[in-house]
T-cell receptor, first 115, second 113 residues
Framework: NAGVMQNPRHLVRRRGQEARLRCSPM?????VYWYRQLPEEGLKFMVY????????ESGMPKERFSAEFPKEGPSILRIQQVVRGDSAAYFC?????????????FGPGTRLTVL | AQSVTQPDIHITVSEGASLELRCNYS??????LFWYVQSPGQGLQLLLK??????LVQGIKGFEAEFKRSQSSFNLRKPSVHWSDAAEYFC???????????FGTGTQLKVEL
């Protein structure tokens, strides 16, 4: 079984451009989570989605960031008008349900560099 | 609000020596606790988890962790470290319903040969 897939693995953008990060959950998983890891820090929760629904976006910056998980296709984390402070590793995780007892399986991450 | 503290930023041990990585949590209800390992440039791999029951849990790669409610701790241990264990280790707690994870800042483990 394929694990959680993320692409691209590395993304370079200039300030003001848009970044689109994609995440395909494990087969059979309908819950997706996005986390951000800044240099020298742990992972910070950003958003939790189910198919076609945002369940919890309490960790998302109020502006420029959005996420979706359509009925078909991967989950997308979109960052508009990127700034240097957006440079980080973005990890996606998936789980079969939204229970606290679920294990979240992480993808390899997308490392975003903003020039 | 829930939080996780990993007081040791860096730890260096000799190969074959024992290891203990500390983790303290702050959470009002029964915590669900996890340890993940991250190798350089990689994603996170689950080592073990605690939900209830026996407070000593066994994980992969010879790791174990003990939940101590009185100390709000969930320390990770390994009796004999291998050079391939060098990585960053994260403790996390599941909170808020829906399985949102709150992570500690991580402990970087270096293994000397």
């Amino acid at each position: 079984n394929a694990g959680v897939m993320q692409n691209p693995r590395h993304l370079v953008r200039r300030r003001g451009q848009e970044a689109r990060l994609r995440c395909s959950p494990m087969k059979g998983h309908s819950h997706v989570y996005w986390y951000r890891q800044l240099p020298e820090e742990g992972l910070k929760f950003m958003v939790y989605l189910q198919k076609e629904n945002i369940i919890d976006e309490s960790g998302m910056p109020k502006e420029r960031f959005s996420a979706e998980f359509p009925k078909e296709g991967p989950s997308i984390l979109r960052i508009q008008q990127v700034v240097r402070g957006d440079s980080a590793a973005y990890f996606c995780a998936s789980s079969p349900s939204g229970r606290d007892t679920d294990t979240q399986y992480f993808g390899p991450g997308t490392r975003l560099t903003v020039l | 609000a829930q939080s996780v503290t990993q007081p040791d930023i860096h730890i260096t041990v000799s190969e074959g020596a024992s290891l203990e990585l500390r983790c303290n949590y702050s959470y009002g209800a029964t915590p669900y606790l996890f340890w993940y390992v991250q190798s350089p440039g990689q994603g996170l791999q689950l080592l073990l988890k605690y939900f209830s029951g026996d407070t000593l849990v066994q994980g992969i790669k010879g790791f174990e962790a003990e939940f101590k409610r009185s100390q709000s701790s969930f320390n990770l241990r390994k009796p004999s470290v291998h050079w391939s264990d060098a990585a960053e280790y994260f403790c996390a707690v599941a909170t808020g319903g829906g399985n949102k994870l709150t992570f500690g800042t991580g402990t970087q483990l270096k293994v000397e040969l």
